[in-house]
Antibody
């Protein structure tokens, strides 16, 4: 069974940094793109970033709202993807979801979602 | 402001049909696949439609997707009270190299 599980959320001060982890199971991690999607309280979905698979040399893309503040890194030996975000602002307060495409040929169709981890940026 | 435009809300009676539109541009919907998601209160989104009109296994055929040019549509027939949820469209944007989501549409089954 395919599963992705996020961890690392919590309360962070403005200007601080965070590291979220996404740990996967049930599939060959290096074969798949893994993305992050976030949802601010009471708001819609916002794509955050993408880590492509080994075939695509693990290249990344990021949303404009986090570009310059975000790094996605993978450890295939641990089936894990890490999201590093710094210079945190109140606008970064959201539930962060780790997501995977339903099928390899459709990486932007997210058939697998974690339960989400809440990040709250506040003093 | 979302680049994919959805109506904020739609409503219909149980048993009826409803459609939700998603409008984009040539850099996203017109040239890339559209997905649709259902988000029930307090839950993570669930994939309803991928590749414009395909249903993942387990999604009933009451849900359908279509696309024409820069717009896509989600159709739901035989509405049930359990369909009350927020619905989002999503598509890759080849110019921005990002995934775009619509702002979401709240479905009320009256």
């Amino acid at each position: 069974e395919v599963q992705v599980v996020e961890s690392g959320g919590g309360l962070v001060q403005p200007g601080g940094s965070l590291r979220l982890s996404c740990t996967a199971s049930g599939f060959t991690f290096s074969d798949h793109y893994i993305d992050w999607v976030r949802q601010a309280p009471g708001k819609g979905l916002e794509w955050v970033g993408r880590s492509r698979n080994k075939t695509k040399s693990y290249t990344t893309d990021y949303a404009a709202s986090v570009k310059g503040r975000i790094t996605l890194s993978r450890d295939d030996s641990k089936n894990s993807l890490y999201l590093h975000l710094n210079s945190l602002k109140s606008d970064d307060t959201a539930v962060y979801y780790c997501v995977r495409g339903a099928y390899s040929d459709y990486p932007s169709s997210y058939g697998y979602w974690g339960q989400g981890t809440l990040v709250t940026v506040s003093s | 402001q979302s680049v994919l435009t959805q109506p904020p809300s739609v409503s219909a009676a149980p048993g009826q049909k409803v459609t939700i539109s998603c409008s984009g541009s040539s850099s996203n919907i017109a040239n890339h696949y559209v997905s649709w998601y259902q988000q029930l209160p307090g839950a993570a989104p669930k994939l309803l439609i991928y590749a414009d009109n395909k249903r993942p296994s387990g999604i009933p055929d009451r849900f359908s997707g279509s696309k024409s040019g820069t717009s896509a549509t989600l159709g739901i027939t035989g509405l049930q009270t359990g369909d009350e949820a927020d619905y989002y469209c999503g598509s890759w944007d080849g110019s921005l190299n990002i995934v775009l989501f619509g702002g979401g549409t709240t479905l009320t089954v009256l």
